[in-house]
């Protein structure tokens, strides 16, 4: 898998942005990405040092629509942390 297939797109909530001042980024990311695929995609596109990685499963939430039953898509969400000497990552401080 290449890169920017295994990172999807930046998760930017509150709670996310105010991890940015420790150096924590979310990501959502492929549901088949495992920790190292995921790190080392990180550290090519962004050219930063990462140094801890935590993933969550996060399952689709059931909808309904009138008597239909169905679900949200799933997702996989990637907490980055970048060691002290790493730089920090553009898109989160644009804003």
């Known amino acids: 898998?290449?890169?920017?297939?295994?990172?999807?797109?930046?998760?930017?909530?509150?709670?996310?942005?105010?991890?940015t001042e420790?150096?924590?980024?979310v990501f959502e990311v492929d549901t088949r990405a495992t920790k190292p695929e995921i790190k080392k995609a990180i550290e090519e596109i962004f050219e930063v040092k990462v140094s801890g990685l935590n993933t969550a499963n996060v399952r689709g939430k059931k909808k309904r629509q009138g008597r239909y039953v169905g679900y949200t898509r799933k997702l996989k969400k990637a907490t980055v942390t970048l060691s002290k000497d790493s730089k920090d990552i553009q898109i989160f401080n644009e804003g």
């Open 1 to 19: 898998m290449d890169a920017r297939d295994i990172i999807r797109r930046p998760i930017i909530t509150e709670a996310s942005m105010a991890q």
């Open 22 to 25: 420790r150096k924590r980024y």
